[in-house]
């Protein structure tokens, strides 16, 4: 069975500093990994997917994820936060034996600082 | 495309009236899915959708939830009767799914107050 595992609650970062968030996964098969991202009062919104191409994959708003299958990890970062990034982040994964069904993290939810 | 479209987007209803949230899929996408999210509870997955046929609708919490997709371009959730405790914001999401390998896009969401 997959499982996703999001290991910060809540983040707090000042304006300027990086973004790390953590993201650790299991899954029988090759994975699909996602990050989603929700803003206050909004839908979930695609950041970067994973899906057995590159490990370092880009996303948007200069976010990256690193796939590394030795760590079953997933880590989302960015080198400079910016306000507009204080949101809620999901780490997600899917694989052929659960179909397309989605396996959702906790969430982190991130706090940026002036 | 307008990308996943959900109706309403806000909905007031007195205990133990039916509501009926709508959900309209990205064009050409063969998956649904139907989220529910609370601030207790996260976001849980309700039910989901391969071609127009239930796959998994284990996270229905009961029988008052049903849901259906009669066609490739609609859904419906329905609750009935309603009661206070389904106050959530509930998301729709389609996919095109290929051999696990894609990603879901999500409508803004249903806001459901129930009083």
């Known amino acids: 069975a997959q499982s996703v595992t999001q290991l910060d609650s809540h983040v707090s970062v000042s304006e300027g500093t990086p973004v790390l968030l953590r993201c650790n996964y299991s899954?029988?098969?090759?994975?699909?990994l996602f990050w989603y991202v929700q803003h206050p009062n909004k839908g979930l919104q695609l950041l970067l997917k994973y899906t057995s191409a590159a490990t370092l994959v880009k996303g948007i708003n200069g976010f990256e994820a690193e796939f590394k299958k030795s760590e079953t990890s997933f880590h989302l970062t960015k080198p400079s936060a910016h306000m507009s990034d204080a949101a809620e982040y999901f780490c997600?994964?899917?694989?052929?034996?659960?179909?397309?069904?989605?396996?959702f993290g906790g969430g982190t939810r991130v706090l940026v600082k002036p | 495309d307008a990308g996943v479209i959900q109706s309403p987007r806000h909905e007031v209803t007195e205990m133990g009236q039916e509501v009926t949230l709508r959900c309209k899929p990205i064009?050409?996408?063969?998956?649904l899915f139907w989220y529910r999210q609370t601030m207790m509870r996260g976001l849980e997955l309700l039910i989901y959708f391969n071609n127009n046929v239930p796959i998994d609708d284990s996270g229905m919490p009961e029988d008052r939830f049903s849901a259906k997709m009669p066609n490739a371009s609609f859904s419906t959730l329905k609750i009935q009767p309603s009661e206070p405790r389904d106050s959530a914001v509930y998301f729709c999401a389609s996919s095109l799914y290929v051999r696990g390998k894609a990603e879901a896009f999500f409508g803004q969401g249903t806001r459901l107050t129930v009083v």
């Open positions: 899954s029988s098969y090759s994975p699909s």
């Open positions: 064009s050409g996408h063969n998956s």
């Open positions: 997600v994964v899917s694989d052929e034996a659960a179909g397309n069904k989605l396996t």
